[in-house]
């Protein structure tokens, strides 16, 4: 049973380039999830997509967009980098639907903006 | 507004000794779910254990368990029998249930465990 996967592994951008992360889903999992999580810091929410739609977003920016395809898949696209966006960006699962489900997480992109 | 708080940057335990991680909540949410995650220098979050604000026992999960008092507000993470492979860092955090909050986890800033030989 694989689990959240997630690619790149690394990425090396420079200031005002665009980047583009996937993410596909644990086995069974229909939500995808979206996390930031700066150096020394807790993730912090970005979005997250059901049914190929935008569910609900944290305090980002409309340079981060997202997209989800039918088999569930998803995408976390930045423009216009800044070296603030240097982070590990997270993506996690769950089954769909108003649940209790645990989120489980992928390995990480680690993002260098230079 | 929800918050986690993790007051303690950094914790070292003996090997085999139990060790308690530190967690403090605040939601105005009726129903809410509370969680631990493990992550290695790796970078995965790795899931340990959940907590209802509606279960009436403490969750555990093998070594770990979870010290749920709702009247203060704190969701401590017991570990017992440390092993070495439980050095990583560890967060605490928070999905609440009706203020829209369900979609996303809310993390503290995470504590780092060092359990020495």
């Known amino acids: 049973d694989a689990g959240v996967t997630q690619s790149p592994t690394h990425l090396i951008k420079t200031r005002g380039q665009q980047v583009t992360l996937r993410c596909s889903p644990k086995?069974?999992?229909?939500?995808v999830s979206w996390y930031q999580q700066a150096l020394g810091q807790g993730p912090q929410f970005i979005f997250q997509y059901y049914e190929e739609e935008e569910r609900q977003r944290g305090n980002f920016p409309d340079r981060f967009s997202g997209h989800q395809f039918p088999n569930y898949s998803s995408e976390l696209n930045v423009n216009a980098l800044l070296l603030g966006d240097s982070a590990l960006y997270l993506c996690a699962s769950r089954s769909g639907g108003r649940s209790t489900d645990t989120q489980y997480f992928g390995p990480g992109t680690r993002l260098t903006v230079l | 507004a929800q918050k986690i708080t993790q007051t303690q940057p950094g914790m070292f335990v003996q090997e085999k000794e139990a060790v308690t991680l530190d967690c403090t909540y605040d939601t105005s949410d009726p129903s809410y779910g509370l969680f631990w995650y493990k992550q290695p220098s790796s970078g995965e979050m790795i899931f340990l254990i959940y907590q209802g604000s509606y279960d009436q026992q403490n969750a555990t999960e093998g070594r770990y368990s979870l010290n749920f008092q709702k009247a203060r507000k704190s969701a401590n993470l017991v570990i017992s029998a440390s092993q070495l492979g439980d050095s990583a860092m560890y967060f605490c955090?928070?999905?609440?249930?009706?203020?829209?909050?369900?979609?996303?986890?809310?993390f503290g800033a995470g504590t780092r465990l060092a359990v020495h030989p």
């Open positions: 955090a928070m999905r609440g249930m009706f203020s829209g909050g369900y979609n996303k986890l809310i």
């Open positions: 086995s069974g999992h229909d939500t």
